[in-house]
């Protein structure tokens, strides 16, 4: 069945950088797009990024430029490389795909950006 893991996230002081890592099974990976999403405390899930499976990125315009998206398809993984963090950034990070006209979420990997 599929299955999406993610990993990497931690306590960060505002400023730094941290890399999320999904890995992902049950599906043939290279022929799908993969997205990142997060959820703030008391907030809706909200897009970050999607990479396409020919390797065509977007991203939520208030974060161009900090953050990364990207995947290797060799290892069944998505990447999201987060730069220049700060406090708002803080929430649990998600990758998600849409296989067969279902979404599969992985279990989320909290993110804290504190001083």
């Known amino acids: 069945q599929v299955q999406l893991v993610e990993s990497g996230g931690g306590l960060v002081q505002p400023g730094g950088s941290l890399r999320l890592s999904c890995a992902a099974s049950?599906?043939?990976?290279?022929?799908?797009?993969m997205s990142w999403y997060r959820q703030a405390p008391g907030k809706e899930r909200e897009l970050v990024a999607i990479i396409s499976f020919g390797g065509s990125t977007s991203s939520a315009d208030s974060l161009k430029g900090r953050f990364t998206i990207s995947r290797d398809n060799a290892k069944n993984t998505v990447y999201l490389q987060m730069n220049s963090l700060k406090l708002e950034d803080t929430a649990v990070y998600y990758c998600?795909?849409?296989?067969?006209?279902?979404?599969?979420w992985g279990q989320g990997t909290q993110v804290t950006v504190s001083t």
């Open positions: 049950g599906f043939t990976f290279s022929n799908y797009s």
């Open positions: 998600k795909v849409h296989y067969r006209l279902q979404q599969y």
